[in-house]
C-alpha cells in the first residue's frame, strides 16, 4: 500500500476556492467582498509558505460536523459511525481538527469558540496524535480556512446549486460571522 500513487485531494480546498469565489462575487455586499478578497489573499499566502507545507497530511473527512456523526449507548455516549464522505480526500491533519472545533466548540451564533469544549476535543485528540509546534502556531489560520470553505459552500449551494435533488442549502451567513470571528479573534489551542 506504501507505493499505491493515487491521491484524491481536499475537493473543497484552495483550488477549488479560487475557481469558485469570482462566480459568488455578484452575490455579496461590500463588506462581504472586503472579507472574501482579505481572506483569499491570507490564504493563498498561507498556501505557499514552508510552514504549512510541513504541515502532517493524511486521508480527512473534511466535513466532519456533528450531523455526520452516530453516537450509541444510553446516553449517546459512544462513538458509533462516521457518515458522509462526500468530501473526503487528502489535505492537512489540521484543518480537519478545524472543521470540528468550528462546528462542535462553538459557544453562541457569533461563533465564539467555547473554551471548555475545545480543550476537551483538543485534549483527547492529543492522546492519540499531538499537534506539532508548528500545528499550534497554524491553528487560528487553519480555523479561518475551515470558516472559508463553508462559507464558500453554503454560497455556491444556495447561488450556484448542483443538480441534487435532496440538498438543502444552509444560511451561508453562519460561516460569515465565523470568519469574521476568527480573524478578528485569533484562538490557540492551550494543550
Request: proline share 5%; glycine share 4%.
Amino acid at each position: 500500500a506504501a507505493d499505491f500513487a493515487l491521491v484524491q485531494p481536499n475537493l473543497r480546498g484552495l483550488a477549488w476556492w479560487q475557481t469558485v469565489a469570482p462566480q459568488l462575487r455578484a452575490f455579496l455586499d461590500d463588506a462581504a467582498l472586503q472579507l472574501l478578497d482579505d481572506e483569499m489573499v491570507f490564504q493563498q499566502q498561507l498556501a505557499a509558505s514552508a510552514a504549512y507545507a510541513g504541515l502532517p497530511r493524511a486521508a480527512v473527512h473534511a466535513d466532519l460536523f456533528r450531523d455526520n456523526v452516530l453516537f450509541d449507548g444510553d446516553a449517546g455516549e459512544h462513538l458509533s459511525g462516521c457518515i458522509d464522505f462526500y468530501f473526503a480526500g487528502v489535505d492537512t491533519l489540521l484543518f480537519d481538527l478545524a472543521v470540528c472545533v468550528n462546528d462542535w466548540c462553538i459557544a453562541d451564533d457569533a461563533g465564539r469558540i467555547d473554551e471548555a469544549r475545545a480543550s476537551a476535543l483538543l485534549g483527547a485528540y492529543g492522546e492519540q496524535r499531538a499537534l506539532t509546534a508548528a500545528e499550534h502556531r497554524l491553528f487560528p489560520a487553519l480555523l479561518r480556512a475551515a470558516a472559508l470553505r463553508f462559507w464558500l459552500s453554503r454560497l455556491a449551494d444556495r447561488h450556484l446549486p448542483r443538480a441534487a435533488a435532496l440538498l438543502q442549502p444552509k444560511d451561508p451567513r453562519h460561516f460569515e460571522r465565523l470568519l469574521r470571528e476568527r480573524a478578528a479573534q485569533p484562538w490557540h489551542p492551550r494543550c
